[in-house]
């Protein structure tokens, strides 16, 4: 019978993330099904506080390794402290969010334990005492469902999927976990945003907001409008926090100078580029071609702004299609958030 471990780093909070929240779900889910019990390795500055939000989840023991080591993400410390909590915890399944600083450990972590890894998990079933995950291949055209005998096996499971663990805080016992910290040479020195100084993927956000080439594409008066377009998309990003979006027409003029300057080939949405996962998206001065809304296949509630009635979106590819210069409604929007 297999044993469960949550694990994740800690926020520069002390809190817990919202993916790792998830995988708390995903646990407490899969140890009804296999009729067994799951504990939490945490590891950070401090892990007391995240702890504390699992009190009332279940877990059968949270560890914790914590100390100033752990605060940042460096490879040598957060691989350490993984693979010191999973072998304390003797735990045969590691459950643990794919966000960047367990995904650049994970692979490390399961040869360190003998193990093994897989990763983008999207879905994990019991039948009996076998687990299988299930996860997308090849951008995610082919689904696969897969079991391992392999263990402690080691598990990232895609965010988005898994409602985020809320039950009550508490006070929780926290059973520490020795880990020296190993010598690393790696120093954070700052954070830098990719582009343009804004930091414009949140893979978190409620809604997806998609900007098509149409933004930098002449307009009734005859010309384009850059600046215009620049200005309202960076309001409306900085006032809803949502994740910005882009065609391919769109992300490839960045390599021109034609675009909006905190867009890049990064925020492509598509075959070719990304298939994110938000509550909503709302595409604006986007055609709606197949390649690009294929990248929309796990946006739950689509809505797009097109000057044309007939536009790909007017084809069954959006729930809601608004026939408007989205021009003017991202200004009244800025202007009503
Ligand atoms: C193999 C392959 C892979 C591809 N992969 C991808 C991919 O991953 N992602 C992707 O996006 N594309 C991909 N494409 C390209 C895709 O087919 C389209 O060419 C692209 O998505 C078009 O981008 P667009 O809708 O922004 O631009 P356009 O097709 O130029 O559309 C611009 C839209 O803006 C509208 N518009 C203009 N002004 C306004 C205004 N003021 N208000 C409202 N609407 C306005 C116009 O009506 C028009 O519909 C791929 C193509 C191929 C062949």
């Excluded at 999973?86 to 960047?100: F, N």
């Excluded at 010309?223 to 949502?242: M, N």
């Amino acid at each position: 019978m297999d044993s469960i471990l949550v694990l994740s780093p800690v926020e520069g909070d002390g809190s817990l993330s919202k993916p790792a929240r998830e995988a708390v779900t995903a646990a407490i889910n899969l140890s009804k099904s296999l009729g067994t019990k799951f504990s939490v390795g945490l590891w950070g500055a401090e892990v007391k506080k995240a702890a504390d939000s699992l009190a009332s989840s279940g877990a059968e023991k949270i560890l914790g390794v914590a100390g100033a080591a752990f605060a940042e993400a460096r490879f040598a410390p957060d691989a350490a402290a993984a693979a010191a909590l999973v072998k304390q915890s003797g735990a045969t399944l590691v459950l643990a969010p794919s966000v960047a600083r367990v995904a650049r450990v994970a692979g490390a972590l399961a040869q360190r334990l003998g193990g093994a890894v897989d990763t983008h998990v999207t879905e994990l079933t019991a039948e009996g005492d076998k687990v299988s995950l299930t996860r997308w291949f090849y951008r995610q055209r082919l689904t696969g469902v897969l079991s391992r005998a392999a263990r402690p096996w080691v598990l990232t499971l895609d965010p988005g999927i898994w409602a985020p663990y809320a039950g009550a805080s508490g006070s929780a016992s926290v059973e520490a976990v020795a880990c020296g910290a190993p010598a690393s040479k790696t120093k954070l020195a700052g954070l830098r945003a990719p582009s343009g100084g804004t930091q414009t993927i949140r893979p978190d956000a409620d809604l997806l907001f998609v900007a098509g080439a149409g933004w930098c594409k002449k307009q009734a008066d005859g010309s384009p409008h850059v600046g215009e377009a620049e200005k309202l998309i960076g309001g409306f990003l900085a006032k809803s926090q949502a994740s910005l979006g882009g065609s391919k027409s769109m992300v490839d003029q960045s390599g021109e100078g034609q675009t909006i300057s905190f867009m890049s080939h990064m925020n492509q949405i598509g075959q070719t580029g990304a298939t994110p996962r938000h509550p909503k998206g709302l595409a604006t001065c986007c055609h709606g071609e197949e390649p690009h809304v294929v990248g929309w296949r796990f946006v739950t509630e689509r809505r797009a702004v097109n000057l044309n009635a007939s536009c790909g979106w007017a084809q069954g590819k959006a729930d809601v299609l608004y026939v408007a210069d989205a021009f003017k409604v991202v200004e009244e929007l800025n202007k009503l958030i």
